[in-house]
């Protein structure tokens, strides 16, 4: 089916770029430049440059990030991780993975860790917190790394949808150890396929994380230092994404202009919760990955807005939360808000090809299902 407003349009991202992305393409392609060259150390650099942060390493999902960061950092069996419910199931499948055993706490009203549980949850066990920037809100990590450094807890932070959101002038990935970004199609960075980046000031981290991506060798020496995994963001993939990120600050001053149409054109429904406007001063600059509202009868607007051919998200970690799904083992959580979020919430179109007139469209049959 075609929409009116999709909840993506990767065509159009893609056409409005086109003849530079077949430009770096066809160069790579010639080359035969395809695992671990120029362009992937070029696309490091300049993350780190625009986060401002020594280390960048180019991975193959937003999901390896996080896996290499955490194994990284010394995350094996019988350590506890805390982290929350509402989020990308990656999140907690990495901790799972390294064999560490997930700890969930809530999330509070901007969907992000509430920092308040955090601290009862913690044991002698616990070795890291696993904060998610969700929607591409920073969590509240002024508290949350005090109370690291006042237990000794590692931060690894989830930052896949907060590419350059910041809190108190600081970047998301950027307050603790290390921080691991997706550059999945759909996030505000995207590949042309799956890749991620792991970002830390840490030497040694950094360059456990170069092994662990690369079978556990050193390149220059052929020696093994351990079993690794192959996890290597593809240098095609970096050469696109050199192109791509030249305009990321200006789409993401597209998604704040869109942020700010929809909370004009929405702040009085009483039916909603909207996420706070954008703010040009204040503690939070929000890049709005995600535009997610809270509706009475949620279920109800999504039908009546999917049938006036718009595209929205209630699915995903949306509808049953995480700990609710049996085979994870995670049911003995008690996640109050994120069960009522998972009833509540819904995602609008949001990216930076929308159009004003789509905008306004949206808004309009959001107001027309509540008679408004
Ligand atoms: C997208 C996402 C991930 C996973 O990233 P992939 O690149 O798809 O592996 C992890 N956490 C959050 C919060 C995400 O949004």
Sequence with gaps: MSYKVPFVDLPTHYHRLESEILGAVREVMSRGDFILCDDLQQFQDNMASLLGV??????????DALHLALRAAGIGPNDEVITVGFTCVAT??????????PILVDVGEDYNMDVDQVEEVITPQTKAILPVHLNGRVC?????????????????????????????GRKAGTF???GC??????????????????????EELAERIYQLRDHGQRRSTGEILLFGFNSRLDNLQAAILNVKLRHVPQWIARRR??????????????????????????????????????????????????KSGIEVLASWYLSKPLHHHEVLNLRHFHLPKTEQFAKEAVSLPLNSEISDEQVEFVINSVRKFYQK
């Design 54 to 63: 020594e280390y960048v390493v180019g991975v193959g999902s937003g999901t």
């Design 257 to 306: 202009e869109v942020a700010a149409l929809y909370h004009q054109g929405l702040s009085d429904l009483q039916e909603l919760k909207l996420p706070p406007a954008p703010q040009s001063q204040g503690r939070f600059f929000d890049v709005f990955q995600n535009y997610v509202i809270r509706a009475k009868e949620r279920n109800r607007l999504v039908v009546h807005l999917e």
């Design 140 to 168: 509240d990590m002024k508290r949350l790394t005090d109370i690291a450094s006042k237990h000794n807890l590692i931060i690894i932070e989830d930052a896949a949808q907060a590419l350059e959101a910041s809190c108190d």
């Design 176 to 178: 603790g150890l290390a």
């Design 92 to 101: 907690i499948a990495v901790i799972v993975h390294c064999g560490a055993k």
């Design 181 to 202: 970004f997706s550059l999945y199609p759909m996030k505000i960075l995207g590949a042309t396929g799956d890749g991620g980046f792991a970002v830390t000031n840490n």
